[in-house]
């Protein structure tokens, strides 16, 4: 019997939200030999939330032509709901931010940027919708800090 992560519910989602959190959060900060503290975790943590959030508008798209057995959010829980879960994951997104107090501002124009695409995503947009403007909430968010 082969094995395979496809199985798993939601599995998709939560290893690119872990494999971009590693790689922009942790990996620099280990090969710069810096100390882990509590502000990196929970710079780390807020990483995960808001990838799975724009990482849901590309389930979306794909929500009809992706294979059932990937099981993915807008499969299991609807459209609507993986929009409702994906704004609560970008509150908390915010909240976290509190804590840190690094770029607060930047990471609550982020959220709602994000929870603008979020709720304007479906099943029938577009492929330019989240190829494009769903991709390039990262250069907005680098260019946000960059200015703040």
Do not use: C, H
């Amino acid at each position: 019997m082969e094995f395979s992560f496809r199985y798993f519910p939601t599995v998709k989602i939560f290893s690119i939200a872990l494999a971009w959190a590693g790689i922009s959060v942790l990996f620099p900060l280990v090969e710069a030999e810096i100390k882990f503290n509590s502000t990196i975790y929970i710079e780390f943590i807020q990483r995960i939330l808001i990838l799975i959030a724009i990482t849901i508008p590309f389930d979306i798209r794909d929500v009809k032509s992706d294979f059932k057995s990937l099981k993915t959010l807008p499969q299991l829980f609807g459209v609507k709901k993986s929009k409702i879960l994906g704004t609560v994951l970008l509150v908390l997104f915010v909240i976290l931010g509190f804590w840190n107090n690094f770029f607060l501002t930047t990471d609550i124009i982020i959220a709602i940027i994000t929870g603008i695409f979020l709720w304007f995503s479906s099943e029938i947009k577009s492929r330019y919708y989240t190829g494009f403007w769903v991709e390039s909430i990262p250069i907005i968010w680098l260019i946000l800090i960059i200015f703040n």
